[in-house]
């Protein structure tokens, strides 16, 4: 499978005369979920200081491919920052089953590691295992980590809504990284520190979730949602599901860029930023809901807001900054075939229950397959063993049942 993957890059530093010197902050933005035709789709509706700034004053990549599946964000965000693929850096799905020990891996998860929130208790977990994160199942480095290895006085942070979407890009070596935990707050892991950082635990009494759960999310004609309403009914972390979680998130790099002064010292720095609700909204939605168009004019405004922060504290001059997405997304088959488009849902767990049946009828009853997800098929070799059948075989009469 090949998608088209969309990069707008800003080389600030070549736009007049090329420059060897190095970089003041390197910043990337990954937007969870964008595909690359939204840029001509909402174009007329889009600012000129956002994503048209991008395109028309930096390089614009429209033909990049995937080389891998299945493209997640967990994949997608190790793959940017580490330059390889998942075979490589080890991060091959969001979650994964582990066919020796037969557990779930999540690609952030780290039972070793504890929350750090501005709680009563504010480096335990209290209300959840959020904070139970780091990037050790990444097995490579990220360009951040290479950064550290070359000069340890730089420094490097991840955010995103996601863990996985901050943790991952932001690499081992990271001098922090921050996540939206269930309660709507920013949070952290043991990993990066003990203990947040003053300016965060202001942010975080100050309720900007439920500051921005007000009123409505519409569009005059298309669509009304009740802010307050959702904040009730699903809690301050509903926030991710609104185009308001980028504008969280965007508050949050701003004000990470200022109290860290980040670009102002002798080494250069780097923000990585994953814009979620993006993702979060077009799997709720899809891809061609009006809330999907909504939102990402709302994005293009934050993107903007970046980008004179950016201007105003580093400078253009010093600045390299990058944008892309770590996957698209397919149009919805109901959608499709309001269209007259031919199209379906595929069940894995339907598949998997008649290729049993298949199975069982050709080698008799068993326990055959030991586990289906992201699109893999484990089988069971002990009873293949067991049973004396020829592996090859077996994994040939699977194929030719898909």
């Known amino acids: 499978m090949k998608k088209l993957l969309i ?3 800003i080389l600030f530093t070549g736009l007049k005369t090329y420059s060897q010197e190095q970089p003041k902050l390197v910043v990337g933005i990954v937007v969870d979920q964008m595909r690359y035709d939204y840029i001509y789709r909402f174009w007329n509706d889009l600012g000129d200081d956002g994503f048209k700034r991008l395109v028309n004053e930096g390089h614009f990549f429209r033909n990049a491919q995937f080389g891998y599946v299945p493209t997640y964000t967990g994949p997608g965000h190790a793959s940017i920052y580490t330059g390889t693929t998942p075979s490589v850096h080890g991060i091959i799905a969001n979650d994964w ?7 779930y891996i999540y690609c952030a998860g780290d ?9 009563e208790q504010k480096n335990v977990d209290v209300v959840s295992t959020d904070g139970k994160m780091s990037p050790h199942h990444m097995l490579t480095t990220t360009f951040g980590d290479e950064l550290k290895l070359f000069s340890d006085e730089s420094r490097v942070i991840g955010i995103s809504l996601k863990d996985r979407g901050a943790i991952l890009p932001a690499g081992h070596a990271a001098n922090a990284a921050y996540w939206m935990d269930s309660e709507g707050k920013w949070i952290t892991s043991s990993f990066y520190m ?6 965060v635990e202001k942010i975080n009494d100050n ?7 007000k009123g409505v999310w519409s569009v005059k004609g298309e669509f009304s949602h009740n802010l307050d309403n959702l904040l009730l009914t699903s809690g301050k972390s509903a926030i991710k599901k609104t185009p308001f979680g980028n504008s969280i998130l965007k508050d949050l790099a701003i004000e990470i860029i200022k109290e860290e002064k980040l670009g102002q010292g002798d080494n250069t720095d780097v923000i990585t930023i994953s814009f979620s609700s993006t993702d979060y909204i077009g799997h709720q939605y899809g891809p061609h809901a009006p809330e999907i168009k909504d939102t990402y004019i709302r994005l293009d405004q934050d993107i903007s807001d970046i980008l004179k922060t950016v201007e105003k504290n580093i400078g253009y001059e010093n600045t390299v900054l990058f944008i892309t997405a770590d996957h698209g997304v397919v149009s919805e088959p109901n959608e499709l075939l309001k269209r007259n488009i031919p199209s379906g849902y595929f069940d894995g767990s339907i598949m998997k229950t008649e290729l049993l049946s298949h199975l069982d009828i050709i080698y008799g009853e068993g326990d055959w397959i030991k586990n289906y ?6 089988l069971n070799h002990d009873l293949i063993v067991e049973k004396n059948i020829n592996l090859e075989e077996i994994q040939r ?6």
């Open 7 to 9: 990069l707008l890059t």
């Open 97 to 103: 089953y582990d066919k020796n020990s037969g557990d």
């Open 111 to 119: 039972g070793d590691m504890h929350t750090v929130c501005n709680c």
């Open 194 to 199: 003990n203990n947040l950082p003053d300016y």
């Open 207 to 213: 309720n900007p979730s439920q500051n921005y759960l």
């Open 373 to 378: 997800s992201n699109n893999h098929l484990f």
């Open 397 to 402: 009469k699977c194929a030719q049942f898909f």
